[in-house]
């Protein structure tokens, strides 16, 4: 399978998984109950609003598999910008193991080969992103 | 020459006010990209990184005004946010200063990334909270800002 291939397969697996209503419910309900610092984090937060920003995420994440000018500074931006959350980077693992357990749950086609795939566009992800939160030099080269 | 960022209603925030100053910002960036497409030199890009800086200030400063006004629960995400953008290129503008970097298309993307996301994300939460508080999407006059910022 070609990237672009892959990138369709991921769109059409999330488009399948997301016209579960519950999609975002379950993720954040399945990521909370990891650990209580993760629900600290996010007590008293909008989950409105949360879930928009998930949703903003994995927009950029498929961008940046799809090497879209920009989008990687934008997700090591992004994994700065999470320093303020006092989150730990091993987080994002968690993350995304969260995230591929509820595609799973959502996606009735999910198969090994959906899974591989979304673990290549959000471990993509997720790596520029805590790159950008461990170094305080990781700021967007202008080159 | 195409533009780097086409305005269209994707990026209307529903108050004219609002959608104006951003239309200021996409502006910029396409200017900011024909500079770097016809090589104008660091110096005139620079010029325009700065305006762009300067009127982004002012932009957040009324934007962050308008929601202390309106109480907006969401205040300090997004005041966060706005200084996070601000850090961020200015720290890359003293790198292109004091490293003699050129301003490249890597950065003119990441600005138009997160111009783009961050009107479609959180400015549009803050508008809709404004618009249910009973601030009007148009006024029938003509946006402030574009009486002093030609």
């Known amino acids: 399978m070609t990237r672009t291939e892959r990138l369709a397969e991921f769109h059409r697996s999330l488009e399948r998984a997301t016209a579960e209503p519950e999609f975002l419910d379950r993720f954040y309900k399945s990521f909370m109950a990891i650990s209580p610092k993760i629900q600290r984090v996010f007590q008293g937060t909008d989950m409105a609003r949360l879930k928009r920003k998930l949703k903003s995420s994995l927009h950029v994440m498929t961008l940046a598999v799809d090497d879209a000018p920009g989008a990687d500074d934008y997700m090591r931006f992004l994994g700065k910008t999470h320093r303020r959350l006092n989150l730990d980077p091993a987080h994002f693992d968690l993350w995304k193991g969260s995230l591929l357990k509820t595609a799973a749950e959502c996606d009735p086609e999910f198969d090994d080969r959906t899974q591989a795939i ?7 992800g997720i790596e520029l992103m805590r790159s ?3 170094s305080r030099d990781s ?4 080159e | 020459m195409s533009e780097l960022i086409a305005w269209d209603d994707s990026l209307s925030v529903g108050i004219d006010e609002i959608d104006e100053q951003h239309k200021v910002l996409v502006r910029l960036l396409n200017d900011l990209n024909q500079a770097i497409k016809e090589h104008h030199g660091n ?4 010029a325009i ?4 800086v300067d009127y982004t200030r002012i932009h957040f400063a009324v934007e962050e005004a308008l929601m202390r006004i309106f109480e907006y629960p969401d205040y300090e995400n997004h005041k966060a946010e ?3 953008l601000v850090e961020e290129v200015l720290a ?3 790198e292109i200063t004091h490293e003699e970097r050129r301003i490249s298309f890597k950065l003119l993307h990441f600005l138009k990334m997160w111009l783009t996301q961050h009107i479609m994300d959180s400015d549009k939460e803050y508008s809709e909270y404004f618009l249910a508080q009973g601030m009007k999407s148009k006024t029938g006059k003509r946006a402030w800002f574009s009486r002093i910022w030609s």
């Open chain 1, 118 to 124: 979304w673990a290549e566009v959000i471990g993509n």
């Open chain 1, 132 to 134: 950008g939160m461990a």
């Open chain 1, 139 to 142: 700021r967007t080269s202008p």
């Open chain 2, 43 to 46: 110096e005139a890009c620079l």
């Open chain 2, 49 to 52: 990184l700065d305006r762009l």
């Open chain 2, 82 to 84: 706005h200084e996070e």
């Open chain 2, 92 to 94: 890359m503008r003293h």
